[in-house]
């Protein structure tokens, strides 16, 4: 089971927000995540594993202040330990930064580059927007695996699609210029043809005058 949630930012532009039923789930949302996934974490405690997903072509540096303190809000209220004390961090990163070994416990995850891991300080919990949030909240029975291989199948599709666009505008780019340089070509020829009929001409008028002349 994973639960879905809606935020907003004052921008404009509805995103989710979304976790595991427990860290058995935990572990499919870690394993087939996106690339648009960012992944938020009570520190040193125990929470929920909570994710926003972002639009493609998102970075963290394009989260909003307040859709940030949506997710940091909602990870601290799933949280035993960290609902119930103040002054928590809460750290957050790409799904893609996320490194999981064959050591670690399940649902447990350590971080491939910690310079891409940040951190923000959550004096306390803020009722009005959990309150808000779980008057958004979905429970859907999803299977991340499949999800995942649909999205992944239908961008092999489209990145099929632009290759063959790609490869058709490059082939009638080429037949133009093609075209091109066979009438440069021929135009040349064309005036190669009318300078040697010219020659000619001036050659037969020549001869012509000799005839003349020889005839006095």
């Known amino acids: 089971m994973v639960f879905y ?60 202040e307040d859709v940030l303190q949506d997710c940091v809000q909602l990870v601290k209220a799933n949280s035993i330990q960290g609902n119930k004390v103040n002054n928590i961090d809460v750290v957050y990163t790409p799904w893609s930064n996320l490194k999981k070994t064959a050591s670690m416990d399940v649902g447990q995850v350590g971080f491939h580059n910690t310079k891409m891991v940040r951190t923000v300080r959550v004096d306390k919990r803020n009722n009005d927007i959990v309150n808000r949030l779980n008057k958004t909240k979905v429970e859907r029975k999803t299977d991340l695996k499949a999800e995942r291989e649909a999205v992944d199948a239908a961008e092999r599709t489209e990145k099929k699609h632009q290759q063959r666009d790609k490869k058709r505008h490059e082939d009638l780019e080429k037949l133009e210029k ?15 043809e009318n300078m040697t009929s010219n020659k000619q001409i001036a050659s037969g008028n020549k001869s012509m005058q000799e005839m003349e002349e020889d005839f006095m």
């Open 5 to 64: 949630f809606s935020t907003r930012s004052e921008s404009g532009g509805e995103l989710t927000i979304f976790m595991g039923l427990d860290k058995h789930e935990n572990e499919d949302l870690i394993k087939y995540g996106f690339p648009e996934d960012i992944w938020f974490h009570v520190d040193k405690m125990s929470s929920a594993h909570v994710y926003l997903r972002l639009r493609k072509g998102q970075t963290m540096d394009d989260i909003s």
């Open 178 to 192: 093609e075209k091109q340089a066979e009438l440069r070509s021929y135009k040349g020829l064309m005036v190669s």
